[in-house]
Structures are given as C-alpha cells and as structure tokens.
T-cell receptor, first 112, second 112 residues
Framework: SQQGEEDPQALSIQEGENATMNCSYK?????LQWYRQNSGRGLVHLILIRSNEREKHSGRLRVTLDTSKKSSSLLITASRAADTASYFC????????????FGAGTTVTVRA | DTGVSQNPRHKITKRGQNVTFRCDPISEHNRLYWYRQTLGQGPEFLTYFQNEAQLEKSRLLSDRFSAERPKGSFSTLEIQRTEQGDSAMYLC??????????FGDGTRLSIL
C-alpha cells in the first residue's frame, strides 16, 4: 500500500502564479522527498527534507515538513509553463531507506 | 548522456508471451531499483539490488517475475506468461548508497 497521499489531485494555474500541493503520510519517517514527472518520462528528484528539518528551499521550490501532523507541502513560486508535470511525494520507511513509497501525485498545469 | 537508460521504451506483446526489459544504471551507482507505475498512480516498489545481490522483492512481484543484476552492472526484468494486468510502465532507478534515486524514462508494456 502507498504511504503518501497528495492533495489536490490536480491544479491549474496561470504562469507567474504560485502552486502549492500537500502530502500526508501515515507512519514515522526518516525523510520525505519530492519528485517531478513530465508526461511519458521518468521521475526527477527535486528535494529531500529530513525528519528533523522544518523547511527547505531549492531555487523556486519551498518544502515544509510537519512531523506532528505527518504532512508536507511543496510550493513552486513564479510558475512557468515548464513546471507543468505531476509531482509526487515519497517516503522511505524506517531502516528500509531503499524502499520508497509514493503517493498518487498532483498534476500541475501551468497556463501560458 | 550518463543517466539511467532503459530499453526498450515501448513493448507491445500478446498475452502469454515472455518479455524482458533492460536497465543500465549510472555507472558508479551500487544500488538499483525496479518500480511499476500504472496510469494515474505513483510508482510502486518491486525489487532492489545492492551491487549484484537482490535484497528485497515486493509481494507485487509474483513468481512470473524475475530480476537479475549480473556483476552488479546492468539489470534485467523478465515477465513470463504475461497477463493483461501486467500492462504498466516499468521504471528503473539507481543510487549511490542512500543518495536520492535517479530514474530512467521507463519501459511501457502493453499486453494485447
């Protein structure tokens, strides 16, 4: 079974706007990762946040982690058409750091 | 291109046939993973290799599935006696120890 669930399932925004998506998970984690997948392609790693971190930035990406609520959010600022993709959160369970559990993803469409 | 390479990109076969996919990981990566992704879902973990040793197989991997990684380099995933339910995207990823996983563009399998 999959550990994470993303919300919303789909998001449509205008170029230049910010996009926010959320991820909830069920069990304790060591870290949480966000990946992007363009249509018909593999996943690209975006950012990893450890369980003892609350916020992390990478370029136009901002990720937060609230372990008390078992949730994370991904914010993409000043979106571009190239940000159109599906975004997945993934968690590694306990000592099984090799086994990633993905949610169903949020599909983001950025309109020009 | 020094990324993860998967071949073929697409495979169409009749039910009951055997198929084999190949994955060439990033050369210095010691870990290799196989995932399966169905439409609208996130990837699901299938199996994991540390060098040439297959250390875990998911319950999703029935006895019709076998994966190998001879000499700890490329890997193959074989599905015998394919069924309709095997239609999916099969993704390969590799990593150096606990570093984030790098994904290939996958092999899309369609069963007629």
């Amino acid at each position: 079974s999959q550990q994470g669930e993303e919300d919303p399932q789909a998001l449509s925004i205008q170029e230049g706007e910010n996009a926010t998506m959320n991820c909830s998970y069920k069990t304790s984690i060591n870290n949480l990762q966000w990946y992007r997948q363009n249509s018909g392609r593999g996943l690209v790693h975006l950012i990893l946040i450890r369980s003892n971190e609350r916020e992390k930035h990478s370029g136009r990406l901002r990720v937060t982690l609230d372990t008390s609520k078992k949730s994370s959010s991904l914010l993409i600022t000043a979106s571009r058409a190239a940000d159109t993709a599906s975004y997945f959160c993934a968690t590694a369970l306990g000592s099984n750091d090799y086994k990633l559990s993905f949610g169903a993803g949020t599909t983001v469409t950025v309109r020009a | 291109d020094t990324g993860v390479s998967q071949n073929p990109r697409h495979k169409i076969t009749k039910r009951g046939q055997n198929v084999t996919f190949r994955c060439d990981p990033i050369s210095e990566h010691n870990r290799l993973y196989w995932y399966r992704q169905t439409l609208g879902q996130g990837p699901e973990f299938l199996t994991y290799f540390q060098n040439e040793a297959q250390l875990e197989k998911s319950r999703l991997l029935s006895d019709r599935f076998s994966a190998e990684r001879p000499k700890g380099s490329f890997s193959t995933l074989e599905i015998q006696r394919t069924e309709q339910g095997d239609s999916a995207m099969y993704l390969c990823a590799s990593s150096l120890d606990r570093m984030p996983q790098h994904f290939g563009d996958g092999t899309r399998l369609s069963i007629l």
